[in-house]
């Protein structure tokens, strides 16, 4: 039998007022301002969905719009049993966002999305916008998410995404990978107050490290050195045989 235990934390970090970042945990969520890293074991017998979200920075009612996808997703997720599924939900998710863009108050409003659903069958993760998602098997660290951002010179990304959810550019196309659901190995998710703080080494070394907690500390305490000049948010899976 394989149980999934899963870390995380989400933190305003050093210069923002308040938090747009969000984390999803099967039906836990969280968007504090002050982290507190927080694990939850579970059983891979029935689907469980892991997800971060960062409101689109700079937008009116970006901490609405993360909130708002991630409950929707937990609404959603334990119907997701394919690709398919899972790419209509993340659609429907769309509209339902866009809907409190409605609001004069919260125009602009959008969220990146990414995560990973656990069933028996396996693992597939999907993603909206620039949060990642990881897979670290092997001692190899390998993004499977796909970054929706314009290209700059040389064909740097910039912050400038192509897709977001509710933030009008049109019907999202999101990205679905799936993966055997094997005990030998660990799934990363953040936002890119992670991403854009370290160095893929960084990141990689980190993500190696033997226990979920230490990857933690490792991530936060880079970030945080660097001066959290964004919200960050990180999730980590593990994968376990309970024999």
């Known amino acids: 039998m394989l149980r999934i235990r899963v870390w995380a934390v989400t933190d ?12 999803l945990i099967g039906t836990w969520m969280c ?3 002050q982290g507190v890293a927080t694990l939850l074991e579970m059983s891979a017998n029935q689907p469980m969905v892991c997800a971060v979200a960062d409101g689109l920075g700079g937008h009116a009612g970006g901490d609405v719009a993360s909130r708002a996808a991630l409950t929707e997703v937990a609404a959603r997720g334990p119907d997701w049993h394919s690709a398919g599924d899972i790419a209509d939900g993340v659609v429907a998710i769309d509209r339902q966002v866009a809907q409190f863009g409605q ?10 999305l990414a995560g990973a659903v656990f069933d028996p069958s396996g693992v597939t993760c ?3 916008g620039d949060s990642r998602v990881y897979r670290i098997a ?4 390998e993004q499977v998410s796909t970054d929706d951002n314009l290209a700059g010179p040389g064909g740097r990304p910039t ?18 990978i799936a993966f055997d659901l094997d005990p030998r190995q660990r799934f990363l998710l953040c936002t890119d107050g992670i991403t854009g703080s370290l ?33 960050y948010s990180v999730v980590v899976v593990d994968v376990e045989d309970m024999r």
Do not use: K
């Open 12 to 23: 305003r970090g050093l210069v923002r007022t308040q938090n747009e970042d969000a984390v």
């Open 31 to 33: 968007q504090s301002n």
């Open 103 to 112: 609001d004069p108050r919260l125009a602009g409003l959008g969220t990146t």
């Open 126 to 128: 999907f993603n909206v």
């Open 138 to 141: 092997d001692d190899t660290l």
């Open 159 to 176: 912050p400038y995404l192509t897709q977001a959810l509710g933030h009008g550019t049109g019907v999202p196309e999101p990205h679905v």
């Open 199 to 231: 160095d893929h080494g960084a990141l990689h070394r980190a993500a190696l490290e033997e226990s979920a907690t230490d990857v933690l500390d490792e991530l936060v305490s880079h970030v945080r050195g660097a001066g959290a000049h964004d919200n």
